[in-house]
């Protein structure tokens, strides 16, 4: 078993470099994940883990010896410290081989409901928006134009490891349209433009909803390709929600309607 105890070691500030660096984690196809829950939810997800760094006091742990057969690091508490954003993460850090997220990978169900987010800036809204997509269970998320790195730590802890699983892929917004339309899933854009109240719509059909941002909405080409528009009526002095108790709102009354 190899220990590290000096933050100054290569390894660990190349695990610096992938934890603040999108540019480092696309070159070299790795990231990090903090947490025993989030590291098994990736192993489960199908991601490939290449070390498992941990602390002394866990090193009987059970989830040590699920990860036999890969390098594992005994890392001092000063490395922890200042890896971890958490200190609810029992000890765990991982790094994993990042996946192509191509549309190409997705598998579809015969009646399919499909969440896409547009242009969704904020990590912690994306994070949120996967631990809904989980909670429905739906069968994938795409992610179109997307702004942020799917392997932030910031998505990665905000989603709860559900960015482990749920079947994602990114693309431009005119990729996902022609998979859409390719694979006969009608389109329903989250939009107050010329739009219906959500739940007067039908979802039993294979579906796909689309949210875009807060401050801007949703984008031309999605208002225009739409099956149709919806809204969500609001009653109060504001005429927008956070995008992620949108999309919860919207994906279940859908799932409310397959039932």
């Not at 508490?77 to 954003?85: R, W």
């Not at 499909?114 to 795409?142: Q, W």
């Amino acid at each position: 078993m190899k220990e590290i105890t000096s933050i100054q070691n290569p390894f660990i500030k190349n695990i610096f470099k992938l934890q603040e660096k999108a540019r480092e984690r696309k070159k070299q196809g790795l990231f990090l994940i903090e947490g025993k829950r989030e590291i098994d939810l990736a192993k489960k997800g199908g991601y490939e883990i290449t070390s498992l760094l941990f602390l002394s006091s866990v090193k009987n742990d059970a989830l040590l010896s699920n990860f036999h057969d890969i390098e594992q690091i005994l890392i001092s508490q000063e490395i922890y410290d200042k890896l971890a954003y958490r200190n609810t993460t029992e000890g765990f850090l991982a790094i994993a081989k990042t996946k192509s997220l191509s549309l190409s990978d997705i598998k579809l169900s015969k009646n399919p409901l499909i969440l896409v987010a547009e242009s969704i800036e904020k990590p912690g809204n994306l994070g949120a928006i996967l631990r809904t997509a989980d909670a429905a269970n739906i069968d994938a998320v795409l992610i179109a134009d997307a702004k942020s790195d799917l392997y932030n730590p910031n998505i990665i802890r905000s989603s709860v490891g559900c960015v482990f699983t749920n079947q994602i892929a990114i693309g431009t917004s005119e990729e996902i349209i022609a998979f859409l339309k390719e694979k006969k899933v009608q389109i329903f854009a989250a939009t107050l433009q010329n739009s219906n109240a959500y739940h007067l719509e039908n979802y039993t059909k294979p579906s796909a909803i689309v949210v875009g941002t807060e401050d801007t909405g949703l984008t031309e080409i999605w208002r225009t390709n739409a099956t149709q528009n919806i809204n969500i009526p609001m009653q109060g002095m504001i005429d927008s929600m956070n995008v992620s108790v949108a999309a919860a709102i919207l994906l279940f009354e859908a799932k409310r309607q397959r039932v």
